[in-house]
Each structure stands twice: as C-alpha cells, then as structure tokens.
C-alpha cells in the first residue's frame, strides 16, 4: 500500500485516485493509522465521497479529529451526510465540545432534533447503539408493494433483511424478514406474514443484556422500543459483536483490578493510565497488611522454627492460583449464561470435590519434595502438606462462591472477586499454616 | 412454563400441543435444560418436526444423547432431516462412536460421504464451523432468474442474504448481496453485479482468524474454499458469535492457569476438570520454590530485623497485581488486535512511565503508613517504600514485554505470560527488598 504516498509523490493523481478508491474500507483505515497526521489529511482528499465516510467511521476519534479540523464546512457537511446515522452519533459523542458544535451546525435542523435526542441516552444503553436506518412496512401493504417499498427506501438503511411493520402511531406491531418476504406469494400482504411476537428491547437496557438476546436467538438485528412502545430505532449484529468485545476486555481489566476505559491504550495519557490502576492497587496494599499483622502475630513461632518461612510465598501462590482457578470458571461461567445463581450447590459440591483431588495430590508431591530435595524433617513436610490441602480446599470453595454472593447481592463478581479474592485467601493460608505449625511442630517450637 | 408438565398430566393433549409449539425455540431449549430425562423425552415427543429439530440443536450433548437414545430409529430419521447440516456436523462430534455410527446410518449415502469429509477438518478450524447450505449463483443469471432461483432453493439455507456466484468446476468468481439483487435492474446480469474481489477463508484457517475477518469487514458470512479455491462452504455470523466467546473464555482460562476446556462446567467429571487445573498449579507450586530459595538465602537477614517478614506478602502481592495490570493490558490489546508487535517501544515506554507515577505514589503511601500506623523505625519504613517503588516499575516492565516475546516466538501471551510473571515478580520483589535492607537497615542488622 506503500505506493500511494510514491504516486502522490509523483503526481500521478489519477492512478493514485483510481488505485486508492479501489481499495476495501477497512484495508485503507487500517493503512490510514499508520501514516503521519499529513500524509492522512492529503491522501484522504482523493477518496470518494462514499468510501471517505466509510474509512472515516473505522477511525479513533484522535484521527477523526485531526480530519475535521483540516477540512472546510462544505467538504463536513458532504462527509456527514455519507455516514451512518448510527456512526455520525459515535463522532459526536467521542468529539471535544467545540468540535461536536461544529459537526451540529452542519448536518440538518431535523437530523439535529434526533441527535440531541440519541447523544441524550446514557452510555452503554441499548438507545447509544442504535440507529434509525431501518426499513418500515405497514400491515396492509401486499408483497409486490413492500418490496417496490425496500428498493426505493433501502439504499441507506443499516438492513433491509429484517422490515419493522408499524402502525399510523409508530407502535411496533411485528417484524418481517426479507427472506419470508421473496419466499411469499405474491397476492398475501405483509400482515399475514409477519412474526407478531418480536422480541425487542428498551432505550435504556443495558448493552450487555441486548448482546445475551442475540446470542440467545441469533438475531441480525432487534427492534428498540421508547418506554410507550413505539419504535424509534434498530440494533444491528455488527455493533452487537463490538459489544461482546468490549465487555470481555471490561470483565478482563476488571480482573487484573484496573478500572475500565474506553480510550485506546497507544493514545490515552499517562496519568489518566496511572489513575486507572492505583486506586485498585492501593486497596489491595491496604488489604494485605491484614497478611502482615498474621505474620507479626504468629512472629514468635516464625522466629522458633528456621525454615518455616521458606515455604509462605509457595503456600500463598498456590492457594491464590487454586483460587483464581474456581474464580475464573465461574465468573466466566455467569457472564456467557452458563451458570445461574440456582446452579450454587451444584458448584460448590464439585469444586469440594475437585479441591480434594487437587489438594491431595499437591499434598502427596510437596510431602515428597520437602524431604527429598529441601532435606528438612518429616514434621516439618507435613506442616507444609497438611496446610497446601487444607488452603487449597478453602481457596477453591471461597473462590466460587465469592462471585456467586457479589451478584446475588448486586456487585459485579469480576470486580469485587478477583482483588478480594487474593487477601482472603493469604490470609486463610498464613492462619492454617502457623496453626499447623504450632499443633505439629509444637514440641520442638521454641517460642520464648 | 410450568404448565407444560400440568397439561400433560391432565391428558390435555391439544393445549398441550398448541402452546409447546407456539414457544421460540431459545425458550424451550432453556426449559428443557430445568426437565428431568424422562420429562424431556416426553414433552419432545410433543414438538412439530421443525421446532423439535430446532431445539435438539439448542441443546447440550448430554440432553442430545438421552434423546437419540430414546427415539426410534424412524424418528431419528425425522429428526436429523430438519437439522442445518452445521448442526448435524456438531452432533457427530460430540457424540460417541456407537451413537455417531446410528446417526450416520441415518443420513443418505451422499450426505454421510460429505459427512465424513466435514468431521476430518481439524477442530477449531474454519473447516469445522462451516456449512453447505449456501445459495449459488451462476454470472449469466438474469435478475428475474437469479431471484426465481433464490426463492426455489433458499427455503432450507443457512443465509439467503449473501449469494455465492461459482463456474461450472464451483470455482468461486464473486459473491452479491441479496440487497444488490433486489435494489438492480431487471435487465442486467449477476455478472455485472456481483463484487469480484472476495474475501474468503480456506478450511484449515483457525477460527480465531476467521472471527477476526468478520470484525474487520463487518461480514455476515464468508466463503470457505479447499486448497484448489473450490466452494465447498461458507461460515455465517452466528457461528462466529460463538467462537468469539469461545476464544474469549480460553484466555480467561489461560490466565488463570486452566487448559481449557470444551466441556460444559456442570457436566464435566471431577477428575477431568481437577486435571485440568493441577499440571499448572504444579508448574507453579514447583517455580514458587524459587522465592522460597531466596528467602533461605537471605534467611539471616530476615531473623536479625524483627518485622521484614511482616512486609512481604504486601510487597508480593502489589508487585503481582502491579504486572497483571500490565500484562493483561497487552495481552487482550494485542487479542482484540489494538496493539501489535511493533508498538513495543512505545508500550514499554507508557509502562514505565506509568510506574513511576504509580510507584510513586504507593512508596509515599506506605512510607507514611508504615511510621504513623506501624509504628516501624524510618529506616524500615524507607526500606518498604524503596522496594515498592522499585517493584512496580520491574513488575510492569516484565508484565508487558513477557507477553510480547512470547508471541514473537510463536507462544500464546496468555498461557505463558500469566503463570510465569507472579514467579518472576515474586521473586524480583524479595531480592530488591532484602538488598534495600542490607543496604538502608545494613548498621542496625545483627546478622549472626
């Protein structure tokens, strides 16, 4: 793709504009990211209308930016009315105050009554991802009229696969795909053909619960609903699959204790970075000092038998690990719907009995190792076997359920679980430990 | 949905019938699953051939097996008839041998010879998510006849609203949207229409790189092509949907130390998942030993300063929080394809950065919280502080390019990178601190 900067180089224009408009949208905003702010602002010039808008709506909103600040209201107002009703929205909620007042006084007084209305729906909602390019249908019109209807009104829309038919009030009153709509015979009219139980959504659900529908019925695209019922907008599957991605990487950041953003990580600052991550980092400093205060309590018998603290961070990783594990399963298991709240017993009893294998069987190794290749005494390997089952029993049963009771009393089990999670079990592991150590070695602790 | 059971055991067959049948398959697969055997095996016989089709195809393979062995031979036949040829695909893999066997005994000699060629594509290839229920076109097909065509053949086809156009050896020459088809002039040809220029997949691409061409090109399906660019299938969207949370749950699972799975948690046996869990926790209890060599090493240093011990698991534990901070950033960047191998410098330079702020911050913290609430001597207090400081800034440097150098040599980020980083950090963090100790308390020490 290199050659588009040699030809413009070379001023052969128009092998430039033929080659670069020949090119697939995603190719070029791929290309675009790597060129300098320049290079992007010259080269863009020579893209169609139509292909300009379409690699304009794949950029961030840093490249974005740059563009807009670069171009005359004419060649705007020509790039926005080749977006998507749905894309112009994305722009005007990423841009700064100054920049988005400009995008408004050059799109049309009507289009900019519904863009106030949609820029108004809160973030992560089914009304900010959807978008009013659909096809509508009344219940009257016969097949050779609705589809005479989806060629002239399609052009633009989002999809014409699936037609919403509403009535004079635009209350939804059933959807029709486009496939029933080919297959029909001609003299039945969209009433008799249309599916009247639609599944559709609110403005203000959640995203996230929009996402589940589509999973659960493989949906193309779902109707959304103002709190009358009236039909003001449609969620396509495309916007649906940056929606389970942007959830997965919400529920992973969530995990390794960072707070979620919504920034690029290549262009967001560095202290708005740091702020991301230190508050959950100083919780959990907090936290751990509840592991010091163990240790400073059980001192005197750390201080007696020499060795003991050898093996704190091998019991403390393992029962986080073991921990970690049954966390992961079932916070993942609750986000994609495989696990409910009801499923608890069935949870714990096989995470009981996991635990026990897992922990006998590290038991039996550590036994093993501690005497062999550590050379230390047979009470000693027992205190370290003995704490590695009990720690991993606990860390297992403690890892599932804390998910289970977050979402049971309305947090968020990957929030609360996994940063929690660690300072329980560090804690549980040093108690059984020391006690062990007291009740085994007990005899020959020195404990002045 | 209750009332299922209800009518039944009131012999009030016909509700029954009426109301099961007028359920949406997600919702019956759903209250199947919350059935016992026999209440399943029972109420399914009630289902209309197509919706008993669809809703076998929702269900979990145990719920799959317990039908198959319950219906006769002739229904089997039914059954399988009204499943998408994907579906029946998924069926025979999950199945065992003898009940795969009686399902292929039920399929027509053509369709168990494709069969048979489908269940060798590897697994989590494109090969092993696609189907052969496609609409094909020819490039001479007039408007009015491709249409004509689409309507005879479309009624079974997993998608309708991409066309496949292919020669007379099913070389694929381009594809069209239903859309272009409906929106054309009677009068031109698919050949005038159709794009060209296609994406496609071969059937030994990994899934995860199909997933991503549908991310790119916001695609509703692709075509799959054999090693001589021959039709032989296309992938649509919902099977992608899928795998995107497939893959999503393999690198939860990954960095938490888990092989993963394609079993359902709640089915999969005891020993099977203990297993699944315990060859990592092994990795890591036998690389924890590491750290517990270290504090053998500096074991004198650590009975001459009463309280160093105290301070450890903080300092283990923020410096690991520090570096999966670090280290699931990029990780998931470079999964969802934000951040690639040549943003290193720039990744390691935000990193650092970032540190500093964050290390910053978390030394003063401490170094205020260790006098004013510990109690501690400045000394110790500075030890702590130094330590962290020095800790978080190694633990994000490791915990970003750990994840980068294992996928320049071709490993997985998220398997690598996880387990190994706590066993580094941990063992960084206990060197850095000891040496601070030496170092700032080295006068006070009484190193026997």
């Known amino acids: 793709m290199l050659r588009f900067q040699e030809l413009y180089q070379q001023k052969n224009f128009k092998e430039l504009i033929r080659s670069l408009n020949n090119q697939h949208e ?29 690699v304009f709506s794949y950029m961030d909103s840093d490249e974005q930016l740059d ?26 909620e990423e841009m700064p105050a100054h920049i988005a007042k400009k995008v408004l006084q050059n799109v049309s007084g009507d289009e900019r009554k519904i863009i106030n209305q949609f820029l108004n729906f809160p973030e992560n909602s089914a009304g900010s991802i959807m978008t009013i390019e659909y096809v509508d249908l009344k219940k009257h019109y016969t097949i050779p009229y609705a589809l005479e209807h989806i060629r002239k009104t399609g052009v633009d ?19 029709i ?21 639609t599944i559709s959504v609110r403005t203000t659900d959640d995203q996230e619960e929009v996402a589940a529908l589509f999973k659960k019925y493989d949906l193309l695209s779902v109707p959304v ?47 708005s970075l740091a702020k991301k991550r230190l508050i959950w980092l100083m919780v959990l ?63 714990l009893y096989k995470e009981l009995r996991v635990s026990l294998v897992v922990g006998l069987a590290l038991g039996i190794i550590n036994f093993a190792r501690i005497l062999v290749f550590e050379g230390q005494s047979i009470p000693m390997a027992l205190t370290v076997s003995i704490t590695i089952f009990v720690t991993i029993a606990l860390a297992k049963l403690t890892g599932s359920v804390l998910p289970i009771m977050a979402k049971a009393v309305g947090l968020d089990p990957a929030l609360i679980a996994a940063p929690l999670l660690t300072t329980i079990i560090d804690a549980l592991a040093l108690l059984v430990y020391f006690n062990m150590a007291m009740l085994i070695l007990g005899p020959s602790l020195n404990m002045g």
Chains 1, 2 share one sequence.
Do not use: W
Request: glycine share 8%; aromatic share 6%; with cysteine.
């Open 67 to 92: 563009l807009i600040n670069s171009i005359t209201d004419h060649n705007l107002q020509q790039l926005l009315s080749g977006l998507a009703f749905d894309d112009k929205i994305d722009l005007l």
């Open 26 to 54: 995603a190719d070029l905003a791929e290309y675009f990211r790597e060129l300098n702010k320049d290079e992007k602002i010259i080269l863009f010039r020579f893209l169609k209308k139509d292909l300009a808008a379409s």
């Open 225 to 271: 609903l103002d709190h009358e019922n009236r039909l003001i907008g449609i969620i396509t599957i495309d916007d649906i699959i940056d929606v389970i991605e942007e959830e997965g990487t919400e529920d992973f950041y969530k995990m390794a204790a960072i707070e979620a953003t919504e920034d690029a990580y290549l262009t967001a600052g560095v202290f």
């Open 157 to 175: 829309k989002e999809t014409i696969y699936t037609c919403y038919i509403i009535d004079n009030n635009r209350y939804l009153q059933g959807i």
């Open 177 to 197: 795909s486009l496939k029933d709509i080919i297959m029909a015979n001609e003299d039945m009219t969209i009433g008799d053909l249309m599916e009247g139980k």
């Open 285 to 347: 400093m907090v936290s751990a000092t509840l592991t010091g205060s163990i240790i400073e309590h059980f001192q005197p018998v750390l201080n007696s038998a020499i060795g003991l603290a050898i093996f704190i961070p091998m019991l403390m990783g393992t029962g986080g690990n073991a921990g970690a594990q049954s966390s992961t399963l079932v916070i993942r298991g609750m986000a994609v719907g495989e696990l409910r709240q009801k499923d608890t017993i069935k949870i």
